[in-house]
């Protein structure tokens, strides 16, 4: 069955959100080179309680943001298309970066790792000595090992793509009923963070974060509910509405989700703080952008519009800029504000170089081969 079109009204403040999401995801990256977690590919010998602190609550926040806003993405985008297309496009534009990815960016950045003595794979982590190769001869065997392949930060793609699979017939119910206006009350605003919080709580999501896909079906079930409240979110306009007035108290909540996440860490009550923090985070991010929502400017399309490939381009900036800057003894703090503006810049220089002139290395990061043109 067909849907009817919508008239199409871009919302900036989901853009802004975007960016500005995309910037907290390399800047917790920086962050989680001296954060206590051990799965990463380049650390410090000794953890930061800050980087700690301020990864926990960028890691909620970031995820579950990203995955409400693909969430909403798909219900608008089945509004203007057939559920065949939609499957089509979500092939072009989530898995073919994905594959892109592991096989581009997966030798450098599996490179640094096992140069620090590390190795992540997808049935855990471990120690390792340093291989005594070079890049040139350890390229042919990434390639030729499953074992080797490392799809690092690229797993939100992979869970993306099947969430996006998985709940289609809910998102095609959502995209053809009438957008509902009518505000609810005010703790509905509010009750979305219980649902979360006991979910994670039963599927004991979020600890430990080895995102694999085929043994992580906590998490998987975390961040399909976060995408499906996105989507419910693009159906109920009235309920953004709700969060646009809330949003100093969602913001009260996130920070308290955070806190029992710090106090209590890996347990019940961490875990009752992930789901807070995570609507808290979402509710906030949305109302408050929602109640500023910037003007359109080329800048801020630009920008929008890079988002995705800075996110599946970051990674290498990122490690490469740790492993140099780490054994210069800067400290923490001078390290990761060294290693955030840096990669941020060099990642979008090398969109803008690399990337958006070319029709296959925008394909490759899930663009339009060509860019759209400019409506009058």
Known sequence: MATTPLPARRRTDLDLLRIIVCGGVILAHALLIFAAEPRYHVKSATPWLPATILYEGFRISTLAIFFVLAGWSAVASLRRRAAGRYIRDRAERVLLPLAAGVVVLGPVIKWIELNQGRDLRINGFRLVSPPEISFLEFLPRYLGRLQLLTWSHLWFLAYLFVISLMLLPVLL??????????????AMAFLPAAGLALLVLASSAYWPFLPNLTQDWGNLLYFAACFLLGGGLAAWPGFEARLRVEAPGLLLLALTGLTLVVAAGEGPVGRIGVGLCAWGSIGAALGYAGRHPPAASPTLGWLGEATMPVYVLHHIPVLALGVLVLPWGWGPLA??????????????????????????PRRLVGMDARPKPKLA
């Open 173 to 186: 119910r959502l995209a053809r009923r009438p957008p509902s206006q009518q505000m609810p009350g005010r």
């Open 335 to 360: 390290t990761v504000l060294v290693i955030w503006p840096l990669a941020t810049v060099i990642s979008l220089l090398a969109y803008r170089l690399l990337v958006q002139p070319f029709p296959w």
